[in-house]
């Protein structure tokens, strides 16, 4: 049975899972309106990923017995100056995200909840790829400047992104 702090806990997080994906996906619908098909690909298998993340956390409410409560999920930002300034925010973004899963795993480790715990290392690890990717997408953009060219061999690129389910979730 989950505890109580860790079961209101975890709730907030799907919610900043599902804002996450709200996020994404309005950047998504920014990139489509600057006709750059490939970045808001990127954007949209980013919101899938991020509701992946949030379905982990409500179905392991779920099975440890506990209740899953759905808040309203804030109204993203809807406009950005450029690409460097969505991919910036990606970035700042997913680092609080970051943050908020490390006082997650503060809250188990004080709880001694061993289960949450050994859970947690998952998101852990993902954070890792999840801020490497923003920076470097990032810094690619930062790198390319002006160039109209560069841009669009950059969409070219992001529109081969597909969401591929972590192995373990397939069975
Ligand atoms: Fe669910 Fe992008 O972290």
């Known amino acids: ?42 954007m949209k298998v980013q919101a899938q990923e991020e509701t992946f993340h949030a379905m982990k956390f409500f179905n392991f409410v779920n099975e440890r017995g506990g209740r899953v409560i759905l808040e309203a999920i804030d109204k993203p930002e809807v406009e950005w100056d450029n690409p460097v300034a969505v991919f910036e925010e990606v970035y700042k973004h997913e680092q609080h995200v970051t943050d908020l899963i490390n006082k997650l795993m503060d809250l188990a480790i004080k709880e001694n909840d061993h289960a949450t715990r050994v859970f947690l290392t998952w998101y852990i690890d993902e954070q890792v790829e999840e ?17 109209k060219n560069g841009v669009f061999m950059m969409d070219h690129g992001l529109s081969k992104r597909v969401f591929k389910m972590p192995a373990k979730e397939e069975d």
Not at 8 to 29: P, R, T
Not at 131 to 145: D, F, P, R, V, Y
Request: aromatic share 12%; proline share 2%.
């Open 1 to 42: 049975m989950i505890n109580k702090k860790i079961e209101e806990a975890i709730n907030k997080q799907i919610n900043a899972e599902l804002y996450s994906a709200y996020l994404y996906l309005s950047m998504g619908a920014y990139f489509g309106a600057m006709n750059l098909p490939g970045f808001e690909n990127w």
């Open 131 to 147: 801020e490497a990717n923003a920076s470097s997408l990032l810094e690619k953009l930062k790198m390319i400047g002006d160039s």
